[in-house]
């Protein structure tokens, strides 16, 4: 897909997880405008090999979000690839829907629970080293909180991933340095975070995690099957992303707007959508 | 005479040479059974390190590929240092990840508080969808390893440290059923899990010295509990007593006093089992049964006080000892 309408794709992502979570009065908004332009960048940038009609294929690329809690951004990727119905995300949290708060394996589409943080890596790195034994050429991405990166476990997942030489593994760090409640560099720094990860053994690529230019590169990477080691991909991005009152704001972490600020958020993602979607219809 | 680690290991180095998806994995702990398992099949052992989390959640991970995953480290390290990662990556996505414990109960006694698994069973049996298994002999253990690897979903099994006198014969278990009646009596029922089966039989041989008929149930299925069964086992006899070598709430005399109350039984119920501590310093087994009232001793004395205070017709308190004052 050529970069409009990758840019198309990430406005219509957030205007779909913007109106999801108004319309059930909740979810993780901010968590996962963060990484709009990584799923858009992995999920239709011809990186990531799945068949929606098949959700159990056995070729098939894994995907672990990790952060459960940015799931409006899977899910409505989900959706919008033919996993599910889109009308399915209108029944986000609500009673007897499938589509809860954080993401479990009876979604189609969807590879293992998560929501609790720090267990994602060692689960991919599972699948990795399952597919290295198995002779199988089919990857794992996993995507990771930066905050998440305060779990000991990660740092065992990273240890062990490395020590194995897991080449079928790739990590990207949503690294908005925002926490739940803070700033990860106030509440328990992980800076220096690249030098950190490849002290570990790690492949390590820094990239504005909002730029499909960047993104593409680093993926392009792994591609190559000429390294021996597992990639990590740390996207700088914005929590927020695409709503300016929520850019970069602490409070927002699992808070939605109301009111006048709720309708005004909806109506410029819609317009900034219909923009994009008229460019690339030109 | 087999300890129950090298059962465990001898059944799975048997199933691997039919099913290539089997995997052990443990966090570096040695066993002569894993070393001959290692050095027949390589590829199918390995070391996590000491990282137990990314072990549960990379044992899972495998276990989605299609493969059945063996688990061997020490039972207090295994459960509770990992809790959220077995409960949650192995048994909520109901993957075939089994957890061979070794050092149930007291069995690190000396090593102490650290090594000893006295509140796993509480903790492990409250996982939705686990079995938890936990075997008295050597024999016992490989069928059980068996069964749990048949039934391809989680599975804590416990495996005691110590060799002890064989309770069964090849083919004698009934894993379905998940208990066994080892001997029959009309006075009482004596209920038990996994070494503490061994102590239960000599408190029975020395009451029946003394002309009193005590039945032993040997319940080393935990979780599923069979109460529909085990209440089919017990309801006839008035005493029951549960002995077992852990603390708490979730172990045996837990899930018998659930039944009694469930089903309304007219039966005494007595539990025996651990006080809720840690025990700091040298515990030695030996020295803990002892000051918790568990040894054979203290068990035969505390039962033939409860039968005696039942015949009086006495109120009884938890201990089973008349309540003073009361008649």
Known sequence: MNRDVLEWKAAFLREHIVKTALSAGKGHVAPALSWVEIAVTLFYGGFFTVRPYDPQWERRDRFILSKGHGCLTLYAVLADLGFFDRAELETFVRAGSRLAGHPDPNIPGIEVLSGSLGHGLGIGAGLCLGAQLDHSDWKTYVLLGDGECQEGSIWEAAAFASHHRLANLVAIVDRNHLGATDYTEQVMRLEPFQERWEAFGWEVRTVDGHSFTQLSEAFMCNQLDQHDRPLVILANTIKGKGLGFMEGEAQWHHRLPIGTQADAALKALHHREQELSHLIQE | ?327
């Open chain 2, 1 to 327: 005479m087999k300890d129950f680690r090298d059962s465990a290991f001898d059944a799975i180095h048997h199933i691997l040479k039919n099913d290539s998806r089997l995997m052990v994995l443990t966090n570096d702990m040695g066993a002569m059974g894993l070393d001959s398992i290692r050095k027949d099949y390589p590829a199918h052992v390995i070391n996590m390190g000491i990282a137990e989390q990314n072990l549960m959640s990379v044992a899972a991970g495998l276990a989605l590929t299609g493969r059945v995953v063996f688990v061997y480290g020490i039972a207090s390290h295994m459960t509770l240092r990992c809790l959220e990662q077995y409960r949650l990556d192995a048994c909520a996505m109901n993957l075939p990840v089994i957890l061979l414990g070794v050092g149930s109960g007291l069995a690190y006694g000396a090593d102490g508080p650290t090594h000893h698994a006295v509140n796993d069973m509480g903790a492990m049996g409250s996982i939705p969808g686990l079995t938890l298994l936990n075997p008295a002999d050597a024999f016992s253990t490989s069928a059980i390893v068996e069964w749990a690897y048949l039934q391809n979903r989680p599975a804590y099994i416990r495996l005691d440290k110590e060799v002890h006198q064989p309770l069964y014969e090849h083919g004698s278990l009934d894993c379905q059923q998940g208990f066994s009646i080892l001997r029959k009596g009309a006075d009482l029922v004596l209920v038990s899990t996994g070494m503490m089966v061994h102590r239960a039989i000599q408190v029975a041989d020395v009451l029946e010295s003394e002309g009193i008929q005590a039945s032993v149930l040997d319940v080393f299925r935990l979780a599923p509990f069979n109460s529909e069964e085990i209440l089919d086992a017990i309801q006839h006899v008035p005493v029951m007593v549960s002995l077992e070598e852990q603390a708490g709430p979730g172990g045996l005399g837990s899930r018998l006093a659930e039944l009694v109350v469930d089903y309304a039984l007219p039966v005494r119920c007595h539990r025996m089992m651990l006080p809720e501590q840690f025990f700091l310093g040298t515990a030695t087994r030996e020295r803990i049964h002892d000051q918790c009232g568990l040894s054979l001793e203290k068990i035969c004395q505390r039962v033939r006080d409860l039968l005696e205070n039942l015949r009086g017709g006495r109120i009884l308190s938890r201990n089973g000892l008349a309540v003073s004052g009361a008649k």
